[in-house]
Nanobody
Framework: QVQLVESGGGLVQAGGSLRLSCAASGRTFSSYIMGWFRQAPGKEREFVATINWSTTTVYLDSVKGRSTISRDNAKKTVYLQMNSLKPEDTAVYYC????????????????WGKGTLVTVSS
């Protein structure tokens, strides 16, 4: 069992930066693919970025070059550094742990946090 708690969301002006954190509990954190997902009002949840145990990363095209996902296995924490934020980045951001299969329900992720709200004003 893994519990995930996100933090770091808030209100920021366009062009600003935020660093999201996700603290995990459980003994097998390092074996999971960790991911960040987001859900904007009226839209479906979408993939943002993932990082595996060997720190290979994958990004949504629209955040590539502006965001960096990283993980600290000793601290059981995954981060999402977001720069040059745009109003269209406004969403609830969720941290998740699992195997990541994009075509499966919930992207094949087994555990989800409750989310943290990011609001980008223009």
């Amino acid at each position: 069992q893994v519990q995930l708690v996100e933090s770091g969301g808030g209100l920021v002006q366009a062009g600003g930066s935020l660093r999201l954190s996700c603290a995990a509990s459980g003994r097998t954190f390092s074996s999971y693919i960790m991911g960040w997902f987001r859900q904007a009002p009226g839209k479906e949840r979408e993939f943002v970025a993932t990082i595996n145990w060997s720190t290979t990363t994958v990004y949504l095209d629209s955040v590539k070059g502006r965001s960096t996902i990283s993980r600290d296995n000793a601290k059981k924490t995954v981060y999402l550094q977001m720069n040059s934020l745009k109003p269209e980045d406004t969403a609830v951001y969720y941290c998740a742990a699992g195997s990541y299969y994009p075509s499966r329900p919930s992207y094949g992720m087994d555990y989800w946090g409750k989310g943290t709200l990011v609001t980008v004003s223009s």
